[in-house]
């Protein structure tokens, strides 16, 4: 660079103030003149000049009311993701509006059937032919301990998860996450044989474990997670427990004495009891053994074959660590 050319930014930079202006008001003129980086016509678009199927932001976080199964509101801070498609030929969203128009509907109650509404607020104001968002939180359900009468909050990691295409066509999924404890069978025969043949004692194997339910809702039709958590609590029976005494520990024993499996027979029955649910247009389940035994996980995936539905791909096994 040249002499002169350093000379005159020094003079430039000494022009500008290195000051935060608190008071300054900004005018509608002021705000015309911004610049606008996505719809200007001098915008360049950089790589390839194709479609984006999903563009927008993930994980900002609200406080958001739901409704429980007997009509009460519960205020829970929630993970949201708002994403929509962009078109070929335009360089980019407005990515705060993506935010700011979920902020009109934060003080509605949530609902899956409520993410439509969003959706087609996020297609008309960012001019987009798709949308998808998600919204993740942990619901409260007081639990009875099995015995001795205690009460618990149980936590269950959820999420609502909504889709809308070009044809306005929506789509409404629950995700939902059970953990429970699964008793090993072969060990239990195993630790039985020693008891008869040999005289020797040996505790069978079981282990903290998590189902992952994900559910498609028929359209016009409702599903609370109340209705969720208790499917997975007839299939799966062995739901882990937050207060107990001497009583309850030996109940659950008995419990998984009674109904001990194989991450094979705990993917099985989930899905008997979701198959049984009119409501229910498609489903799939998950679940992760995290064994005691093996220093590796059993992991077993199944769906409902529902064509152009859940097609068992889930590779997320990491996210069921409980």
């Known amino acids: 660079m040249k002499s002169q050319d350093i000379d005159q930014k020094k003079a430039e930079e000494a022009r500008l103030r290195k000051h935060y202006e608190a008071d300054f008001v900004v005018t509608d003129e002021y705000r015309a003149s911004l610049p606008d980086m996505q719809n200007s016509e001098s915008s360049e678009i950089h790589g390839a000049n194709v479609p984006i199927m999903q563009v927008g932001i993930a994980g900002f976080r609200l406080p958001l ?6 009509c009460e509101k519960v205020s829970l801070e929630t993970y949201i993701t708002g994403t929509v498609s962009l ?3 335009l360089k980019g969203i407005n990515m705060s509006r993506i935010m700011r128009v979920f902020y009109e509907f934060k003080d509605r109650v949530f609902s899956p059937e409520l993410l439509e509404e969003i959706l087609i607020a996020y297609k008309r104001e960012l001019k987009s032919s798709r949308g998808r968002l998600k919204l993740s939180f942990n619901y409260p359900i007081l639990q009875k301990s099995l015995r001795s009468g205690l009460e618990g909050w149980q ?3 959820v999420s609502f998860e909504g889709f809308i295409d070009d044809l ?3 789509r409404k999924l629950i995700h939902f996450d059970f953990v429970y404890s699964s008793a090993c069978p072969c060990s239990a025969e ?3 044989h020693a008891r008869d043949e040999r005289e020797i004692f040996g505790i069978p ?3 903290r474990s998590k189902a992952r339910v994900s559910v498609e809702i028929k359209p016009g039709a409702h599903l609370t997670i109340e209705e969720i958590q208790q499917h997975c609590l007839n299939a799966l029976k062995t739901e882990t427990q937050v207060m107990v005494k ?3 520990e030996q109940a659950f024993a008995e419990l998984n004495g009674a109904y001990v499996k194989f991450v094979e027979d705990a993917a099985r029955v989930v899905y008997e009891e979701l198959d049984q649910d009119e409501r229910i247009y498609d489903f799939q389940v998950a679940c992760a053994h995290l064994e005691s035994l093996h220093s590796h996980d059993a992991v077993a995936v199944i769906n409902k074959g529902i064509r152009g ?3 068992a791909d889930f590779d997320h096994f990491k996210d069921l660590v409980c």
């Not at 009311?65 to 007997?70: A, E, P």
């Open 309 to 311: 539905g859940f097609t």
């Open 65 to 70: 009311q739901f409704l429980t199964s007997s």
């Open 87 to 89: 078109a070929a030929d």
């Open 190 to 192: 195993l630790s039985e």
């Open 155 to 157: 936590y269950y990691q």
């Open 205 to 207: 194997h079981s282990q």
């Open 168 to 170: 306005n066509r929506f």
């Open 246 to 248: 001497r009583e309850d």
